[in-house]
Structure formats: C-alpha cells, structure tokens
C-alpha cells in the first residue's frame, strides 16, 4: 500500500466500523402463513471517518475544506486501518456529500461516511506468502493481535511436499478463488501418468487435471489456470479449491509426491 499524504492540518480522530447486514432470502408458498428460509448473504458494512480540521484562520480553513474535498474525490478507492489493529484494512470508498460542523473560525469536525463497494470483510494487509521462511512478530507492521494467528509453528506453514498435508486459514470467512485473493501454485509433480487431483477433504472441494502431469507445473490464479505457462482450464474438472477458516485438510492423487505453494490473504467479519 502506498500512505496517502494529508493536507497540513486534517487530524484524523477515529474510525467507527458497523457489523456486518444480512440480506434474508425468503419465499412464501401461497396459502400458507410459514416462510421458507433459504438462509442469508453478507450484504454492506457501514464505515465512519471522524476527522478534525485545523486551520490557521478563517481564509486558511477555506483552503484547507477544498483540499479536503479534493482528497476523497481524488481516490475513489482507498484503504483505512485501525492504528490499534493495523494488520487488517478495509477498502472504502467516500460516495456521500458532507459538511464539516465548525466549531470555531479555524475549527471544525467532520464525519465522513464511507462504502464498502466490494467484499464487506477485513483483509489482512499481509499474504501467507510474507510469512513462509520469516519469524512472525505482532511488532512487524503485517501482523497484530486479534487476527486468528497461532503460535503453532505447523500453522505458519504454507509450502509443502508430498501428498498429505493442512493449511491454516487465520481468518473467521471461507476465502473463495473468484471472490478473494487466492493463489495455488504447484510447481512440482512426480509419478503423475493418468491424472492429477488436489483435493481439500475439509470442504470437499476437489480440483482435477484429466492427464498426467509428471515434471509439469499447475498454476491456480484465482479463477484462472495455466499449466506449464499455458492457459488449462478445458484440461481440468472446472472446480476449484476454496479454504474454509482453521484447518484445512489436504491430499494429492494421481502422484506419487507433489509441491504445494499457497499463497492468500485472511478474511474477517
């Protein structure tokens, strides 16, 4: 992420963060009093910005005003993170008008409604690609309380070999490849004549190539997939693997032995 400059004189003061709706998915056969439930989706997350202005007169408050106008129309998405939370962030944009209440001649506050157009989750500013092969501190700047991380060494683990092995997911949502960001790369494969399958026995989600892949290399990009460099998608089942949060139990088929390289953000409520 690249820190975004504030004008001389805006204070940001707090960010105030709703839960989480539901969108309730409902129908009625007719006569009957009962709904039928067909369960809920996440649907937005409010997010508020308190901010103070702090001018030198009442002409510089003017200035300072535009220049604050001017910031949230210039970035139509931006991030925001807690400072007391800052390994999660949440991108937002400012699509509501608003006034800043003076106080003073060189005074004021103003509170900024933000939307969150995309996904309504927190995402971890880090990859587990930054943790494999590093010490996991809660002083890097990556990292902090609160965010599902174990002191299990095992759960820091996000490479593997052979045909058996989990995959920790930190965060309290599922990650799915065509809505967040997910990469599988498996840049190695031994003994593989008629097929290769990976399969995540926790979600039951099983991804397949339908021909030998011995010495080839399977690269999963979110909801693309390249074989040796090339795109691949006609040569697979069309399904894809997703990570439920915690453990996630793993197998390879169709290989006598197989690297495996994941690389995803966590996701949370």
């Known amino acids: ?30 006569g009957s009093n009962r709904n039928i439930n067909y369960g809920s989706v996440y649907s937005d997350r409010d997010l508020e910005l308190s901010v103070l202005l702090k001018a030198h007169d009442t002409q510089d408050y003017r200035l300072l005003r535009d220049e604050v106008y001017a910031l949230f129309n210039e970035h139509d998405l931006f991030y925001v993170v807690e400072k007391y939370q800052r390994g999660k962030r949440y991108l937002v944009s400012v699509d509501e008008k608003y ?27 880090g990859t587990t690609a930054d943790i494999t092969g590093n010490v996991l501190k809660y002083s890097d700047e990556l990292w902090s309380y609160g965010m599902g991380l174990l002191y299990d060494e095992e759960s820091h683990k996000y490479i593997h070999a052979g045909t058996k092995f989990r995959i920790y997911n930190a965060g309290n949502v599922a990650v799915h490849p065509f809505e967040q960001y997910l990469k599988i790369n498996i840049p190695t494969i031994f003994s593989s004549e008629n097929y290769f399958e990976l399969i995540n026995k926790t979600t039951g989600d099983v991804f397949r190539v339908n021909e030998g892949m011995n010495t080839r290399s399977i690269e999963i990009d979110g909801p693309n997939v390249k074989i040796d460099g090339f795109q691949a998608l006609r040569k697979t089942n069309r399904q894809f693997i997703s990570l439920a949060p915690g453990w996630n139990e793993f197998e390879v088929k169709g290989a006598g032995s197989a690297r495996v390289e994941f690389d995803f953000r966590y996701y949370y409520k």
Do not use: Q, W
Not at 17 to 30: A, F, L, M, N, Q
């Open 1 to 30: 992420m690249n820190e975004i400059k504030y004008p001389e004189g805006f204070v940001p003061l707090d960010i105030f963060i709703s839960s989480i709706g539901k969108e309730r998915i409902t129908d009625r056969i007719e």
């Open 99 to 125: 006034i800043p209440d003076r106080m003073t001649r060189r005074h004021a506050t103003a509170t900024i409604n933000c939307s969150m157009p995309e996904l309504p989750f927190a995402e971890s500013i």
